[in-house]
C-alpha cells in the first residue's frame, strides 16, 4: 500500500479534499464498497453534498470510473466505521496530511501570494474596462462627413457574419485584423487600436446572461458598422483578400 496521500485543495474557496479511490486503497477495501458506505451516508445526512462531491476517475484502461471528492468531514464521517490497528494508523496519518495542508494554505506567503493574484485579476478587469469605455468614447465621436452619414446604417454586422463573406471564420479573421495591427485582445474582447477608434468601424454592446447561480452577468461585444465592413473589405484587398462573390466573379 503506498504510503501517499493525497489531499488537494480547491483554490477558489480553499477547502481540502481527498478521494474515496485513495482512502480504498489505504485501508485496503474495495472502492464498490467504499462507494456505498458513503452513498449510506447519503440517507442520513442532510448537508451531505457541502462534504462530498461527484467526480470521475481513470481506470487502468483509461476508462472514467465513479468517484467522489471529500472534505475533512466527509472523511472523518466515513472513517468513524472503520476499525482496526491499521485503520487507526491511516485515520492518524489522513488528519495529519489535512493539518499540515492547512497550515499550507494558511501561511502568510501563500495568504500574500493569492493577495497578489487576486489584485492582478482585480488590474486586468480594470484596464478591460478602461479600454472598452475609450473604445466607446471614439465610437460616439465619429467624424461629421456626408460619407459618414450615408455609411451610418443602423444594420451592425459581427465579425462571424463579415467573415462568411471570405468563406472563414471569425477566429481567422479576428487574428488577421490583429497581424495588420487593427485590433487587440483584451481579456477575452476584441478591442481597436487607438488608431482606428475614432472612425465609426464599430459599435460596442453590452449583453446581460444568467449565471449558474442565479445571478446576472455581462458580457462585452464588438460589431462592425457598414463603414468598418467596407473598411475590411479595403484592408484585406490590399492585401490579397476578397470576398467569395468577387472570387466567383474572376472565376466566370
Not at 53 to 62: A, M, P, V
Not at 102 to 110: H, I, Y
Not at 129 to 145: F, G
Not at 237 to 247: A, C, F, M, R, V
Request: proline share 2%; hydrophobic share 35%; charged share 25%.
Amino acid at each position: 500500500m503506498g504510503e501517499l496521500i493525497n489531499v488537494n485543495i480547491i483554490p477558489e474557496n480553499g477547502v481540502m479534499t481527498t478521494s474515496s479511490k485513495d482512502v480504498s486503497l489505504h485501508f485496503g477495501k474495495q472502492h464498490s464498497h467504499v462507494l456505498r458506505d458513503i452513498d449510506l451516508l447519503k440517507k442520513d445526512i442532510s448537508n451531505f453534498g457541502e462534504m462530498f462531491f461527484d467526480i470521475s476517475i481513470d481506470d487502468s484502461y483509461g476508462r472514467k470510473q465513479r468517484a467522489y471528492a471529500m472534505t475533512r468531514d466527509g472523511f472523518s464521517l466515513l472513517a468513524m466505521g472503520f476499525t482496526g490497528s491499521s485503520a487507526l494508523r491511516w485515520k492518524l496519518k489522513y488528519i495529519d496530511a489535512f493539518n499540515k495542508m492547512e497550515q499550507a494554505w494558511n501561511s502568510p506567503e501563500a495568504i500574500m501570494a493569492r493577495a497578489l493574484q487576486f489584485a492582478n485579476r482585480q488590474l486586468d478587469n480594470l484596464k478591460t474596462q478602461v479600454a472598452v469605455k475609450d473604445q466607446v468614447i471614439q465610437e460616439l465621436q465619429p467624424k461629421a462627413t456626408y460619407y459618414d452619414l450615408i455609411l451610418n446604417c443602423k444594420d451592425l454586422l459581427s465579425t462571424t457574419k463579415i467573415a462568411k463573406d471570405y468563406g472563414k471564420s471569425a477566429v481567422w479573421l479576428n487574428t488577421l485584423l490583429h497581424e495588420l495591427g487593427v485590433q487587440f485582445k483584451q481579456s477575452d474582447i476584441w478591442l481597436l487600436y487607438q488608431k482606428y477608434a475614432d472612425k465609426g468601424y464599430t459599435s460596442t454592446k453590452t449583453h446581460t446572461y444568467n449565471k449558474d447561480d442565479g445571478t446576472y452577468g455581462a458580457k462585452v461585444h464588438t460589431y462592425w458598422t457598414q463603414k468598418g465592413r467596407l473598411f475590411i473589405y479595403s484592408l484585406l484587398k490590399s492585401n490579397g483578400y476578397l470576398p467569395l462573390i468577387e472570387l466567383d466573379d474572376l472565376s466566370a
